[in-house]
């Protein structure tokens, strides 16, 4: 008789373990929901990076004594809208604007 429930405790111990194993909280499926973001913030931690090296690449065109002036030009258009007398400007509003 005790061999009988020593053999169901260790079925229920076996099905237990199992299950949180494969499902509890830190279990394979989780494991894989968390390999997922770990690749999401990768790519994430990629984009920041290359941005930021594009900003320190940025600042070094903009020191004093090595200020680059097509970039400055581009920054002055693109930032504070500035035009030459000569250019025509064309305003084009949102096509789903009312007016």
Request: with cysteine; charged share 25%; hydrophobic share 45%.
């Amino acid at each position: 008789m005790a061999s009988k429930y020593a053999a169901a405790l260790m079925c229920a111990l076996t099905v237990y373990f199992a299950y949180h194993a494969l499902a509890g909280d830190q279990g394979l499926g989780h494991w894989s929901d968390m390999q997922d973001t770990l690749q999401a913030k990768r790519a994430e931690l990629a984009e920041i990076k290359a941005a930021n090296d594009q900003l320190r690449t940025d600042i070094g065109r903009l020191t004093p004594g090595t200020v680059d002036p097509d970039l400055v030009e581009e920054l002055a258009r693109e930032d504070l809208g500035f035009v030459y007398e000569d250019e025509i400007v064309l305003l084009v509003g949102d096509p789903g604007a009312a007016f």
